[in-house]
């Protein structure tokens, strides 16, 4: 497998999270607002999101597996590491990398939601277009994108290309000499 055709450039993707983070901005003002990643996938967009949010946030993570490493979710999602504190009462908004069958999103919203929380939105970079096996409601997306294996920014595939700035398409083949095309 090898890095293909790039989906989403860096510039694309800094672009869109600004523009995320102004309406998250506006949306939330005068709220206690939580952001809650999912680990691992989600790290770089929580990064960069929070940084284009002009609010006092506050910040959480939460790491899931689904079991087996194949490119296919198996539905059956896994807390590897749970929120730190309670989220009763507060506005918790959920940030993820991509959302592809969407039954991750459909465990982890039934999950929280039993918590409590006063709000439950969730801001995902990538939405797979026309795929989802149940319903999400994604109050924030910032790119709709086909049904491709996609690697970077944050995404990976066996554990690798997690750091690649852009989103790119896997591809069958060799893999190149270097990891970063331009
Ligand atoms: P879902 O449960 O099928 O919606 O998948 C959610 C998780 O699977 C995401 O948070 C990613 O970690 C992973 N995933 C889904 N599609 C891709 C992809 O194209 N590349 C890399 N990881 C993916
Ligand atoms: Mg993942």
């Known amino acids: 497998m090898r890095i293909g055709r790039v989906l989403v450039?860096?510039?694309?993707?800094?672009?869109?999270?600004?523009?995320m983070g102004?309406?998250?901005?506006?949306?939330?003002?005068?709220?206690d607002l939580l952001l809650v990643a999912v680990l691992k996938g989600a790290f770089m967009v929580m990064?960069?999101?929070?940084?284009?949010?002009?609010?006092?946030?506050?910040?959480?993570?939460?790491?899931?597996?689904?079991?087996g490493e194949s490119t296919r979710t198996s539905g059956v999602v896994r807390i590897i590491k749970d929120l730190d504190r309670e989220i009763s009462g507060r506005h918790v908004l959920i940030v993820e990398d991509i959302i592809d069958s969407g039954l991750t999103l459909q465990y982890l919203r039934r999950n929280l939601e039993v918590r409590r929380p006063a709000s439950l939105e969730i801001a995902a970079l990538?939405?797979?277009?026309?795929?989802?096996?149940?319903?999400?409601q994604v109050r924030y997306v910032g790119f709709?994108?086909?049904?491709?294996?996609v690697i970077g920014y944050g995404l990976d595939h066996l554990g690798k290309y997690r750091n690649l700035p852009?989103?790119?398409?896997?591809?069958?083949?060799?893999?190149?000499?270097?990891?970063?095309?331009?």
């Open 9 to 19: 450039s860096a510039e694309q993707i800094q672009h869109r999270l600004a523009a």
């Open 22 to 31: 102004a309406e998250i901005t506006a949306d939330y003002r005068g709220k």
């Open 47 to 67: 990064a960069d999101l929070s940084r284009h949010i002009g609010l006092p946030v506050d910040m959480d993570f939460m790491a899931v597996s689904s079991y």
């Open 126 to 136: 990538l939405l797979k277009t026309g795929i989802q096996m149940v319903p999400v």
């Open 144 to 149: 709709e994108i086909p049904a491709d294996f």
């Open 166 to 182: 852009y989103v790119a398409v896997m591809e069958e083949g060799e893999e190149g000499a270097s990891p970063l095309p331009s």
